[in-house]
């Protein structure tokens, strides 16, 4: 294992730890903002673990699942900011 694999565990590892936080916040967050937030955040983790496991395994079919996501992430984030708009 070279250097690069290792910093890619790793990197993996900090993504898990960061997408447990991110829940946590997504859990007791004070207000909807604060927890549309932390759902975007969330994504953005999730597209970097499939982006960094892909890299791992050489599989660029991951790579495509990452940008269709990536781009329901940002509508989803968009549709929520509207949402809130118009709430108040």
């Keep these: 294992m070279n ?11 900090g993504l898990s730890l960061s997408s447990i936080l991110i829940a946590i916040r997504f859990i007791k967050g004070p207000t909807l903002p604060d ?6 955040l969330m994504s953005a983790n999730l597209i ?25 992430a940002f509508l989803g984030t968009m549709s929520f900011a509207y949402y809130l708009i118009h709430k108040i």
Excluded: K
Excluded at 3 to 13: C, E, G, K, N, P
């Design 35 to 40: 927890r549309i937030l932390a759902l975007d």
């Design 48 to 72: 970097g673990i499939i982006i960094t496991y892909a890299t791992i395994n050489q599989n660029t079919i991951l790579m495509d699942v990452a940008i269709i996501l990536s781009l329901i």
């Design 3 to 13: 250097i690069f694999a290792f910093s890619l565990y790793v990197a993996i590892w």
